[in-house]
T-cell receptor, first 111, second 116 residues
Framework: LAKTTQPISMDSYEGQEVNITCSHN???????ITWYQQFPSQGPRFIIQ???TKVTNEVASLFIPADRKSSTLSLPRVSLSDTAVYYC????????????FGPGTRLSVLP | DTGVSQDPRHKITKRGQNVTFRCDPI?????LYWYRQTLGQGPEFLTY????????KSRLLSDRFSAERPKGSFSTLEIQRTEQGDSAMYLC??????????????FGPGTRLTVL
């Protein structure tokens, strides 16, 4: 199982772009990279998923370099409601234990 | 919306009692997962089902824990002889195995267990 490393916490201000980088040096060929967001007392919520290069959806972008040993979640123009814990996971669906959550990155958005 | 639902949302019990939690996945999803989450930590995988078959169990799942998914729809997680260390948020997630390498899990709101 690929292990991931993220910063424990980050602070930002409203309106800024936030980039959270995740390291996954032993990512396997079949592994995808998935990011989840979690608010207190709620289950994690899927944000974005990718395999390589760049993926963008309505809430975030995911940048994955060619070697895939890291990835960066980009949140444009954050608001106070983006204050949450963000988890980076790598894995493939063939293994039911593929989702190994680390402690995540606690993002605090300040006014 | 037919998202993942869990019942109850909160459970307070005394040490030594048995508790049972229920999870109703998204209706067309054939995979169902259970996780446990303690304060300040990410969710820890416990077990998962594909349809009614329990395919994997974590070493975290002691003999006091049992999970079922009898008809391949809802699932129950039972903890027998609860201990204070069982206090945690128990999360359920579901996904649809399509044969693609991706497996997006959709999580329920969780059941918070407090063992006194």
């Amino acid at each position: 199982l690929a292990k991931t490393t993220q910063p424990i916490s980050m602070d930002s201000y409203e309106g800024q772009e936030v980039n959270i980088t995740c390291s996954h040096n032993n990512i396997a060929t079949n592994d995808y990279i998935t990011w989840y967001q979690q608010f207190p007392s709620q289950g994690p919520r899927f944000i974005i998923q990718g395999y390589k290069t760049k993926v963008t959806n309505e809430v975030a972008s995911l940048f994955i370099p060619a070697d895939r040993k890291s990835s960066t979640l980009s949140l444009p123009r954050v608001s106070l409601s983006d204050t949450a814990v963000y988890y980076c996971l790598v894995g493939d669906e063939g293994n039911g234990q593929n989702f190994v959550f680390g402690p995540g990155t606690r993002l605090s958005v300040l006014p | 919306d037919t998202g993942v639902s869990q019942d109850p949302r909160h459970k307070i019990t005394k040490r030594g009692q048995n508790v049972t939690f229920r999870c109703d996945p998204i209706s067309e999803h054939n995979r169902l997962y259970w996780y446990r989450q303690t304060l300040g930590q990410g969710p820890e995988f416990l077990t998962y089902f594909q349809n009614e078959a329990q395919l994997e169990k974590s070493r975290l799942l002691s003999d006091r824990f049992s999970a079922e998914r009898p008809k391949g729809s809802f699932s129950t997680l039972e903890i027998q002889r609860t201990e204070q260390g069982d206090s945690a948020m128990y999360l359920c997630a579901s996904s649809q195995r399509t044969g693609d390498p991706t497996d997006t899990q959709y999580f329920g709101p969780g059941t918070r267990l407090t063992v006194l």
